[in-house]
């Protein structure tokens, strides 16, 4: 079952998104996760949103992902930013059915497309994002301020 998050899953999204964040070799600062779970919680337009995958009672799966307005387009855009199941659960399905939940919640919300990024060695995860979605040819470049 995929669901919104709620106040009562603080320990479990932290869990997950500690997970997730170790996998890219990062790590955020308490004031970022309290800020971050707020804001998930918030009903402010622009902030991000959540879902989480549960099996049984437990979650074993989250997806972080936001609206945003584009230049190229009269409808707004949907952003994927985070994605990550449990590694006892991959192989099931849970990477997939985040994504077509937020496929589906965007297109209630009018948006234009969703569109993320991943690192290049994530080779596991890209073979279903190639299943799924269409690989462009932009790069990312970062300026951090």
Avoid at 7 to 22: K, N, P, Q, S, V
Avoid at 93 to 117: C, D, F, P, S
């Amino acid at each position: 079952m995929i669901r919104p998050i709620t106040h009562d899953d603080e320990a479990e999204w932290r869990r997950l998104w500690t997970g997730y964040l170790t996998f890219y070799n990062s790590s955020v600062g308490e004031d970022v996760y309290q800020t971050t779970f707020a804001r998930l919680l918030s009903d402010d337009p622009n902030a991000p949103r959540g879902r989480l995958a549960v099996v049984g009672d437990k979650p074993v799966g989250l997806v972080h992902y936001f609206y945003h307005p584009h230049a190229w387009k009269i409808a707004p855009v949907c952003y994927l930013q985070d994605l990550f199941a449990d590694p006892e659960v991959r192989g099931q399905g849970i990477g997939r059915k985040l994504i077509e939940t937020v496929y589906h919640l965007a297109e209630e919300h009018g948006a234009a497309n969703v569109y993320w990024t991943t690192q290049h060695f994530n080779e596991t995860a890209r073979q279903l994002y190639d299943r799924i979605a269409t690989l462009t040819p932009f790069i990312k470049y970062q300026h951090d301020l």
